[in-house]
């Protein structure tokens, strides 16, 4: 049952044997895993529902409904880094391009060997992530479908030998529509909200959205219940939900929040710490030939060349609201080039980085505390180097920069002027769409907050589950590695019910 | 503070629009002809408190802040100093500089390219076509 808390006229009480908070990658998932199992699911959701019949193609309309705060989210820090997330029945997953790629070898080794998490296995792990992919329908797309954006990067990449290809998405319904970002409008994505939530309410799991998880109370050392409030037109409701198992999935910003305001876990210095967001930025050029790159799935491609180096590169395409944003031009020049905005071609990456920032809070907000460090800017003047370098082998006539002081570039001989300008991190503009590592797994109760079971240290039925647990930055692209954990907790929680149930 | 924006700031919205990106010959339309001014104030009345306070902030703070440079106002500056002063800014080694221009920059062009006037100006089907 998906239920609008603000319909309510009084407070209410209900009891179950898990509640789940935030329906995005990692609540979604386990918890209709376990609904599945049949155990009795409580999950709460501070945005509001939007099926796919609300998708309108507006970005300006699906952004103010679907994303935080109109999606004016940003790090504190230099540069500002706009930093994106979902606030409704499905979370990001709703609002994201549908890349799923999997948890690379070298990061898992990294974790074990590292990071001591000796339980983290390919074995122990790659039967859940199968489990995940077949659900969503995780394939390749059709070359087809792949916006014409995509496909000059690729086939340029794969010319000068560089390693590339199609990324694999969850969205086998796909018809190119462009809007991933926006809510899919034909329901080809598989977003959690026309998959694991519809798939969980099916088996009796409840959703109340429009309710935030805000106390949690616990008796005896035990969890007890979690209140939940809701805004109505008439004050304030709360919900009473008595649990024995809590699951908090608020994404990488609000979980830590939610523990440090329940006062959970006092004692771990990682709490709100070892924030990973992936950096990024984008490219945009000017080609004789039209692009359209409204046309086709935006993020297809990828180029993962670099990636040992910490840069991965792939497809973005931005509406022209956006583009003409980062284009940095004022005048004449800026009318003239959003005039020939069916020629321009963008191409972004990510940066796998060694800045680490934190969270906190003054309220309810939260404040993302990030400044990018030396090797970082590194990274994306090489990152930027190269794909003004690729761009131009594609034929481009112009190459627009992530970077306001810096001119456009006409040819591939002004490149130099990117390494020449003695950039600083405050020079770029940035973008974040994968915060991480904020409730970080660990052995260590004062180093971690979460066990190998994504249980908090010390307290019994609670645990963590989504991209907060993550003890380092992945380099990809994170949804199918939460939903993976998610599926992952489900079982261990099945198969030791008895201890907590 | 109020929701809505005065008729002086949607004015001011309008202005910065214009200078921004001007009509060419290449693309005709000016805000007024799309009554961004209006525009912005919808989109803007459904933002958080205080992105409103902020971008509201930035208006002033450019309107007024050209006196120094200037000796008029941003809305008394012919077309070649308005883009002279929001492109100097928004190239500025100044950080605050930087985000107050592309701040209030970013709600008005982010709402001008997504109105369907301008986008079938520009080659965009319509989304329903789409
Ligand atoms: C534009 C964009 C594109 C992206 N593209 C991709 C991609 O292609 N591939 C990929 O792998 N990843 C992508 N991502 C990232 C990916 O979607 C996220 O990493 C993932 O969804 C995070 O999952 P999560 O469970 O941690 O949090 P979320 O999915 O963000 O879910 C958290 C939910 O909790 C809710 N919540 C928060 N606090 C409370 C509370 N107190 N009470 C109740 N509910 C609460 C929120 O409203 C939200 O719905 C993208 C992200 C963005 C922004």
């Not at chain 1, 859940?128 to 690729?154: M, Q, Y």
């Not at chain 2, 120094?68 to 928004?90: A, I, K, P, V």
Request: net charge positive; proline share 4%.
């Amino acid at each position: 049952m998906l239920i609008d808390a603000k319909t309510f006229e009084k407070n209410k009480t209900i009891e179950t044997e898990i509640c789940v908070i935030g329906s995005g990658a990692g609540g979604a998932v386990v918890a209709k895993e376990l609904a599945e199992r049949g155990r009795s699911v409580v999950l709460l959701e501070e945005g509001g529902y939007f099926s796919t019949a609300d998708f309108n193609r507006n970005s300006t309309e699906m952004v103010r409904k679907l994303y935080r705060d109109c999606g004016m989210t940003a790090t504190l820090g230099k540069p500002m880094i706009s930093i994106p997330h979902g606030k409704c029945v499905g979370g990001t997953t709703v609002i994201n391009s549908g890349t799923c790629i999997r948890l690379p070898d070298r990061v898992l080794e990294k974790w074990r060997s590292q990071e001591g998490l000796s339980d983290l296995t390919e074995e122990d792990l790659s039967p859940h992530t199968e489990k995940v992919e077949k659900t969503l329908g995780v394939s390749e797309p059709p070359r087809e479908l792949l916006g014409k954006h995509n496909l000059i990067v690729l086939d340029t990449a794969k010319r000068l030998g560089l390693s590339s290809g199609i990324l694999r998405r969850n969205a086998p319904g796909c018809k190119g529509s462009g809007v991933c970002c926006f809510g899919c409008p034909t329901g080809g994505k598989y977003s959690m909200v026309v998959s694991y939530i519809p798939e969980g309410v099916r088996m009796g799991m409840k959703v109340y959205y429009h309710c935030r998880a805000k106390k949690l109370r616990m008796r005896q050392g035990k969890i007890d219940r979690v209140i939940g409030v809701i805004s109505t037109a008439n004050g304030e409701r709360t919900i009473d939900v008595r649990a024995s198992v809590v699951i908090v999935s608020a994404g990488a910003i609000f979980s830590p929040i939610f523990l440090r305001r329940n006062r959970v876990a006092p004692e771990s210095r990682a709490l709100g710490k070892n924030l990973s967001i992936h950096p990024a930025t984008r490219l945009m050029a000017l080609f004789d030939e039209k692009v359209e790159s409204w046309r086709g799935v935006p993020q297809g491609t990828y180029i993962d060349e670099f990636s040992n180096e910490g840069i991965l590169f792939e497809g973005t395409a931005v509406p022209p609201s956006l583009s003409s944003v980062s284009l940095h031009r004022v005048g004449n020049e800026l009318t003239n080039i959003m005039a020939q905005f069916s020629h321009i071609a963008s191409y972004g990456f990510l940066v796998s980085e060694d800045t680490r920032g934190s969270i906190r809070h003054v309220g309810e907000k939260a404040i993302v505390f990030y400044q990018l460090e030396k090797k970082d800017v590194d990274r994306f003047i090489k990152g930027t180097e190269i794909l003004a370098e690729l761009f131009f082998a594609a034929g481009a006539k112009k190459v627009y920069l992530p970077i306001p002081p810096l001119p456009v570039l006409d040819n591939s001989g002004d490149i130099g002027k990117i390494r020449s300008a003695k950039l600083r991190g405050k020079d770029f503009e940035l973008f974040a769409f994968h915060p991480m590592g904020t409730c970080r797994i660990g052995n260590d109760p004062h180093h971690s907050v979460v066990n190998q079971n994504l249980e908090v240290h010390d307290v019994e039925g609670l645990f963590v589950c989504d991209a907060s647990i993550f003890p380092s930055s992945l380099g990809v692209n994170p949804q199918l590695t939460i939903m993976t954990f998610a599926t992952r907790l489900a079982n261990y929680l099945h198969q030791n019910a008895s201890r907590y149930f | 503070m109020s929701v809505r924006l005065n008729s002086r700031e949607k004015k001011l919205i309008e202005i910065i629009a214009d200078a921004l990106t001007p009509p060419t010959p290449s693309f005709r339309l000016n805000a007024s002809d799309i009554a961004l001014g209006e525009e912005v104030n919808a989109v803007y009345s459904l933002h958080p408190w205080a992105i409103r306070w902020f971008f509201r902030a930035c208006l002033w703070i450019l309107e007024y802040l050209s006196v120094f440079r200037y000796g008029r106002r941003f809305s008394r500056l012919s077309q070649e100093e308005r883009e002279q002063l929001l492109e100097r800014w928004l190239k500025s080694r100044l950080y605050w500089k930087q985000t107050v221009v592309k701040f209030a920059t970013y709600v008005i062009l982010m709402t001008k390219y997504e109105n369907d006037r301008v986008r079938a100006a520009i080659g965009i089907p319509d989304r329903r076509g789409l």
